[in-house]
């Protein structure tokens, strides 16, 4: 029979007193907290077209390129807002300023003006339209650069040994429950359904594999 070891956990309890004026401080924090953490849009997502760009040598890399195009509306009872929009994204390179436009359904011209530095403790980025949005359709496009993740979140690498005592790899998605941002740009929270048309290009060497219907493979 092999040794057993007995851990014990020992935790110590200090208990103080909180002064009043800290205490009224201490909520007003917290709620502050919890308040940034959520979107708080005008907006609502209905339709993201995401294209997931897997380059030959994906395995070393360990990175992968994206371009995800989200259509939106104000929501119900919004008829016009200049309110920033705000993102959910969390280890994510834009591809510069050039590489994020904000256009309306009927009209090309970019209504995107700044674009806020990503918070990576918020785990969001802020975009301010340069122009008030209306009752209409909006076409947020964004082009950027990530790392697969490494902790079975997200857009994933794992790998294991074949037959042949050869490496083989899978890169797989898992999104709930606030893991999607680490694999594109999006609205992240579960109250913002939307429909979802999604690509994957990779070597040929590779097959995708989707729980959706497949509509056309080239």
Partial sequence: MSP??????VIFLLVYTIPSTELKLFHRRSALTAIDYRLNNDVIPTTYNLELILDSGFEKTKEFKGRVEITFSLKPGVVRTFKPIKLHMKN?????????????????????????????????????????????QYILTILYTASFQSNLQGFYLSSY?????????????????TH???????????????????????PKVYHALSNADVQSIS
């Fill in 180 to 202: 999607a941002r680490k694999a594109f740009p999006c609205f992240d929270e579960p109250n913002l359904k939307a429909v979802f048309h999604i690509t994957i290009i990779h």
């Fill in 161 to 177: 040994l074949n037959g042949d005592k050869n490496t083989e790899w899978l890169a797989t998605t898992q999104f709930q429950a």
């Fill in 4 to 9: 057993t070891t007995n851990i014990v956990a």
């Fill in 92 to 136: 994510i390179t834009l591809d510069g300023h050039h590489g994020i436009t904000l256009r309306s359904m009927y009209d090309n011209t970019n209504l995107l003006g700044n674009i806020s530095k990503p918070n990576d403790q918020l785990e969001m980025i802020i975009l301010q339209p340069r122009e008030m949005l209306t009752n209409t």
